[in-house]
């Protein structure tokens, strides 16, 4: 590191700064960083190229060092039957991971989209004046803060086919004709997971909204209706560009956690290929399976995929992730 | 007109708010239901049996779990503010190259998904032979907490004054006594905020407590409720497993409701997972 330093928020450009006080406070930055980074590449840096090692191996579960190097085949690997056929084997060939794929993806773009809606409908309720606001902001917040483990048992036993209320309350109302089980049949089990992660996940959506409607100055709207805008237009003209930022923001975090979804999947609807997500199969093939090294290959692309992601969202929506342009 | 738009405004309101609570408030009805009584649907209070929590805290390992997991979750913490708020110090006050590199790597490593490092992790926690024991998880926890934290506490320093620094720096302070003296008195909020979210993290997290422990004996409480089985493998004791949900959410709903400001600002600041 050389001495180009400064004291940050006094920032003079082009006067590269060397007295022995910031030559000082750089090499003590460098010891406050490095348990840091030695901490982070222990427990990211070095497992994730383990992983990416592992699938190029054919190691198993149990004999973790007993894996030989076999390129590509975990991922796809052509092979020449004696009869002349060619037989594709591989993650990319196996029907169940495109199965997982098209789950994962339909999972999250709807999830997402949904909980960005209604996220944002929440949080220009919550944007209003009235009585008992904070009140409403505390009981959004508590889905928030229950583990979601605690919420795929509550809605499992609220989605129960023969004693589950939901089933109970349709029933009364008439929208249904018998009990589904919503959770076991493959047509609803991806509507029932939607529905518990929407429930878990738009408090978040909409506090991240709220606060960047509550960045908006109020004079903008006093202008518009002296000026008798109609407020669906001062809502798409107005609102909707100015809280942008902290929907990109938001929606990117959404689609991240989505993009890796295991838990509520895993205790909702076990064992349902209807919902099986990448995160679900890969740890299935690692861990129960014993196809390890076939587990890292999946664990492998969904990680290149979540990155490929990113980097399309934020070079194309222009994200300003945490507000790096204030310094 | 205005009378039907106050009425839609408040219907909305009481909407958003029966959704967000209902669930937890049927939990906890179902939770003093024993017997056959649990096969009833009711929307109102009707027993008061305290049979499930009986069962939950005398039966099986339950209280261990809890032990565990409080134990886990708060070790992570302390772990992880003790680094971040030294490294964000350097990374907010002191101007070096590559900082925005490195800033822009830990958020890449809290966008990390957690099952690309699994298998790598499992070998470490194996050859490190702290496999099925708590440090185990304190240690892969700090994949997602540390980030964070970092992240929200760069975020909250920058903010701060510099005369504070320039007055400590004029009078001879060192850059260890700056951040001990100096800014961790001004920090507190910010500490107890990130601390908070990152303890909820660590109190939730499902995927490495499952991979990484194999014992009932060491495992945190969502695991343990996500296996609760009953005597036989088609019996699912809703009952207890109702009990034991809320009586791991309770604490978790009461702090959120006393620091409710406060996270939300931590979340704003750092646009953590929920």
């Known amino acids: 590191m050389s001495a180009t330093t400064q004291i940050s ?10 007295s022995e006080l910031q030559r000082q406070r750089v090499r003590a930055a460098m010891w406050f960083l490095l348990p840091m980074i030695m901490a982070l590449f222990v427990a990211a840096g070095w497992p994730l190229f383990r992983t990416i090692y592992f699938s190029f191996t054919n190691t198993s579960l149990n004999d973790l060092y007993g894996g030989d190097w076999v390129w590509f085949k975990n991922y796809l690997s052509v092979r020449e039957l004696p009869s002349g056929r060619l037989r594709w084997s591989g993650t990319l060939a196996d029907p169940k991971w495109w199965n997982a794929v098209w789950n994962t993806v339909k999972f999250s773009a709807v999830s997402v989209t949904i909980e960005a809606i209604l996220g944002l409908m929440v949080a220009l309720v919550l944007n209003a004046e009235f009585k008992g606001r904070g009140l409403v902001r505390a009981a959004i917040l508590i889905p928030w803060a229950i583990p979601t483990i605690v919420s795929a048992k509550m809605w499992g036993w609220m989605l129960n086919d023969q004693f589950g209320m939901i089933n109970d309350m349709l029933l009364n109302v008439g929208l249904i004709e018998q009990r589904i089980a919503w959770t076991a049949n493959p047509d609803t089990a991806m509507l029932a997971v939607l529905v518990v992660d929407v429930w878990k ?4 959506m909409a506090l991240l909204c709220l606060a960047g409607l509550q960045m908006i100055p109020r004079d903008i709207y006093e202008a518009t209706k002296i000026d008798g805008v109609h407020p669906v237009k001062v809502f798409f003209k107005i609102t909707l560009p100015l809280v942008r930022p902290a929907l990109m923001v938001a929606i990117i975090f959404r689609m991240l956690d989505a993009l890796r979804i295991f ?8 064992n349902s290929s209807a919902t099986k997500t990448m995160s679900i199969i890969s740890r299935e093939n690692m861990f129960d399976f014993s196809n390890f090294a076939y587990g890292s290959a999946q664990s492998t692309l969904l990680f290149l995929m979540i990155a490929i992601f990113v980097v ?12 790096k342009e204030k310094n | 007109m205005k009378l039907f738009k106050n009425v839609m405004f408040y219907f909305a309101v009481v909407l958003i708010v029966v959704i967000a609570v209902f669930p937890f408030y049927y939990a906890i009805l ?5 017997g056959t009584a649990i096969f009833r649907v009711d929307y109102w209070p009707t027993n008061f049996d305290f049979g499930n929590y009986a069962a939950v805290l005398n039966n099986g390992s339950f209280p261990r779990n809890t032990l565990n997991s409080i134990f ?9 503010l003790l680094l971040a708020v030294t490294a964000s110090y350097a990374l907010s006050r002191v101007r070096f190259r590559g900082r925005s590199l490195l800033l822009l790597t830990i958020l890449a490593v809290s966008m990390f998904p957690q099952i690309a490092v699994l298998s790598g992790l499992f070998e470490l926690i194996r050859f490190l032979g702290i496999y099925n024991t708590p440090w185990a998880l304190i240690f892969s926890y700090t994949i997602f907490t540390l980030p964070f934290t970092v992240w929200v506490l760069t975020t909250f320093m920058r903010d701060l004054p510099i005369e504070i620094e320039e007055a400590a720096i004029v009078d001879g302070a060192t850059p260890w006594q700056i951040i ?16 908070l979210l990152a303890f909820i993290g660590a109190w939730n997290e499902f995927l490495f407590a499952l991979t990484f422990t194999s014992s009932n004996d060491t495992r945190t409480v969502p695991v343990a409720i996500a296996l609760l089985s009953g005597a036989s493998q088609h019996e699912i004791p809703w009952g207890t497993i109702m009990a034991a949900s809320v009586l791991v959410t309770i604490p978790l709903v009461v702090l959120v409701l006393i620091f409710q400001r406060k996270i939300v600002a931590g979340l704003t600041a750092g646009g953590v997972k929920g």
């Open chain 1, 9 to 18: 928020a006094a920032p003079r450009a082009g006067k590269p700064a060397t």
């Open chain 2, 180 to 195: 001990t003296k100096v800014f961790m008195p001004l920090m507190w909020p910010a500490l107890v905020t990130t601390g």
């Open chain 2, 30 to 34: 179902t939770s003093f239901k024993t």
């Open chain 1, 312 to 323: 399309l969202y934020i070079w194309l929506g222009k994200v300003d992730l945490g507000g």
């Open chain 1, 263 to 270: 838990d509520l999947i895993y205790v909702l609807t076990p």
């Open chain 2, 72 to 80: 886990i979750a708060s070790s992570t913490v302390a772990f992880a």
């Open chain 1, 201 to 204: 996940t738009t408090p978040f």
